[in-house]
């Protein structure tokens, strides 16, 4: 008997069809991996099965049992744990305060809560997974990855018989990778029954034992992953093969439009000096807290400087903020779009036209109109799914909110972009419209600097790449010369070299 099953699942939203009488079976001790573009419906059905959303048809067995979840808290005490891809903490509590909300422990026959007791059981979730953090830490203060982690250390400490996992890796460094992928082959030995949603499908075939691709809100196929290739699964997730992952195109490069000067930031960045050309994609890689992040957000006017200089077009820019930035024809595509790039509060229109609503405004009035046909461009030219420009940001997919937060930058007629991991969280067929996109860029003249973790994206998409150790410019290779073993030499600090 199958731990979970989902049969007949249909949801629609206003001028969307999300679901369409969507089957999954998931076994206990498995990892079922669950693939599908941008839109497919993964995430979606996983809301209706964790209480988030309510099905329109269908029915859910769990245990063998029927059930009608209509709230997460419902799921979770059913023994369904759900880490989902936008992160779901609270910045201002504790490490300990998150992983026990709701689930607080109490002093034996008081009302009072033992912290003792729940911050040492926190320390030991977070040794678990290889991470020496003190639980008293507010969520605020932690990176990215490490809040993935936090997500991965609260669903494991409900012990739950079902672990939906959206896009877990997607901060997380290789080594991080390496003790998720430990922590899930220990629960799989336990019966725990994981459904694991990726877009990177060297993980599907990694840790997987079946695959279910979802297309359109349909089922495409439930197979093996030993019975598949790499080919085989993205034909069945695009209806289309994909000749070149990395469609690289080189264009003309032209004069210099971006030099950094020995930047320091105090403890965090030293010394770092690097060039810009018109039409040139420079990568910039190194290891998670590196610095890569810093680097950038610096140039953006996001995080103040204590020395160095920067020139745009070869004079001297003052960029003391990201307005600062914009003015000089800036743009940056942050790493967390949730809480950096998008007001997900407001429309698409709205969040595409923030940067450059100083131009449609006039005696305090905004042209809707106006506002209305930029952001339909970019919606029909970035092949957008929304079904209006007035759709909030907060109901659209992760990878749809990228393309709205790269289509806010595009409204500004960029020199220079900033991509800050532009492909987290997006499906493959996507990923090649991204770049798609770059090379037009690039051929436009936008210079375009793009820090990724992915070595594959960095050596199939950059003119030259820098790598960035401990805060240093550590090397610089030409796309002729890059190489993943050169790049993690320079990163690790292995070649001792040092071009900063």
């Known amino acids: 008997?199958?731990?979970?099953?989902?049969?007949?699942?249909?949801?629609?939203?206003?001028?969307?069809?999300?679901?369409?009488?969507?089957?999954?079976?998931?076994?206990?001790?498995?990892?079922?991996?669950?693939?599908?573009?941008?839109?497919?419906?993964?995430?979606?059905?996983?809301?209706?099965?964790?209480?988030?959303?309510?099905?329109?048809?269908?029915?859910?067995?769990?245990?063998?049992?029927?059930?009608?979840?209509?709230?997460?808290?419902?799921?979770?005490?059913?023994?369904?744990?759900?880490?989902?891809?936008?992160?779901?903490?609270?910045?201002?509590?504790?490490?300990?305060?998150?992983?026990y909300l709701g689930d607080e422990i109490t002093r034996a026959g008081t009302p009072f809560l033992d912290w003792k007791t729940m911050h040492q059981r926190a320390r030991e979730g977070l040794a678990r997974l290889h991470l020496d953090i003190d639980p008293h830490t507010p969520i605020i203060r932690l990176g990215i990855a490490a809040q993935q982690m936090v997500e991965v250390a609260k669903a494991l400490h409900h012990r739950s018989d079902l672990i939906i996992m959206d896009e877990p890796t997607s901060a997380l460094s290789l080594n991080e990778i390496a003790d998720l992928f430990t922590i899930i082959h220990d629960l799989k030995a336990q019966g725990v029954a994981i459904v694991y949603i990726s877009h990177h499908l060297n993980e599907v075939f990694e840790i997987g034992d079946r695959v279910t691709v979802l297309r359109d809100g349909r089922n495409v196929d439930t197979v093996d992953v030993k019975a598949v290739d790499d080919d085989a699964l993205i034909r069945m997730m695009v209806g289309r093969t994909l000749e070149d992952q990395f469609p690289k195109q080189t264009a003309e490069r032209g004069d210099e439009v971006l030099r950094v000067e020995h930047l320091t930031r105090k403890g965090i960045l030293h010394d770092i000096s690097f060039t810009l050309h018109r039409g040139e994609i420079v990568g910039i890689a190194g290891l998670v807290g590196a610095g890569r992040t810093e680097l950038v957000r610096a140039l953006f006017?996001?995080?103040?400087?204590?020395?160095?200089?920067?020139?745009?077009?070869?004079?001297?820019?003052?960029?003391?903020?990201?307005?600062?930035?914009?003015?000089?024809?800036?743009?940056?595509?942050?790493?967390?779009?949730?809480?950096?790039?998008?007001?997900?509060?407001?429309?698409?229109?709205?969040?595409?036209?923030?940067?450059?609503?100083?131009?449609?405004?006039?005696?305090?009035?905004t042209n809707r109109g106006k506002e209305s046909e930029i952001a339909r461009h970019y919606i029909d030219s970035m092949a957008i799914k929304t079904p209006s420009d007035e759709q909030k940001a907060i109901n659209l997919s992760g990878g749809t909110q990228q393309k709205v937060v790269l289509g806010k930058w595009?409204?500004?007629?960029?020199?220079?972009?900033?991509?800050?991991?532009?492909?987290?969280?997006?499906?493959?067929?996507?990923?090649?419209?991204?770049?798609?996109?770059?090379?037009?860029?690039?051929?436009?003249?936008?210079?375009?600097?793009?820090?990724?973790?992915?070595?594959?994206?960095?050596?199939?998409?950059?003119?030259?790449?820098?790598?960035?150790?401990?805060?240093?410019?550590?090397?610089?290779?030409?796309?002729?010369?890059?190489?993943?073993?050169?790049?993690?030499?320079?990163?690790?600090?292995?070649?001792?070299?040092?071009s900063g």
Do not use: W
């Open 301 to 365: 006017g996001a995080d103040p400087i204590d020395a160095g200089r920067i020139f745009i077009d070869a004079q001297p820019a003052t960029i003391q903020s990201p307005a600062d930035a914009i003015r000089y024809g800036m743009g940056l595509l942050t790493e967390d779009r949730k809480q950096q790039g998008l007001v997900l509060g407001m429309s698409v229109r709205e969040n595409m036209t923030l940067p450059i609503l100083n131009r449609l405004t006039a005696l305090l009035f």
């Open 410 to 498: 595009m409204a500004i007629t960029p020199r220079i972009l900033i991509f800050d991991e532009p492909t987290r969280g997006i499906d493959v067929g996507a990923k090649v419209e991204i770049y798609n996109l770059m090379n037009e860029l690039t051929r436009q003249g936008v210079g375009i600097l793009m820090v990724s973790s992915e070595l594959p994206e960095i050596l199939g998409m950059s003119d030259r790449v820098i790598v960035i150790a401990q805060g240093r410019l550590a090397g610089e290779l030409s796309r002729s010369d890059a190489t993943q073993e050169k790049i993690l030499e320079y990163a690790t600090g292995i070649s001792g070299a040092n």
């Open 1 to 99: 008997m199958p731990v979970l099953a989902m049969q007949g699942i249909t949801k629609s939203f206003p001028g969307v069809r999300a679901l369409q009488a969507v089957n999954l079976e998931v076994r206990r001790g498995e990892v079922h991996c669950l693939v599908g573009e941008n839109g497919a419906g993964k995430s979606t059905l996983m809301k209706i099965l964790s209480g988030a959303y309510t099905k329109d048809e269908g029915k859910i067995l769990f245990q063998g049992r029927a059930c009608e979840f209509t709230s997460p808290r419902q799921a979770q005490d059913a023994g369904i744990a759900i880490i989902y891809q936008e992160l779901n903490l609270i910045p201002l509590l504790s490490i300990t305060e998150n992983i």
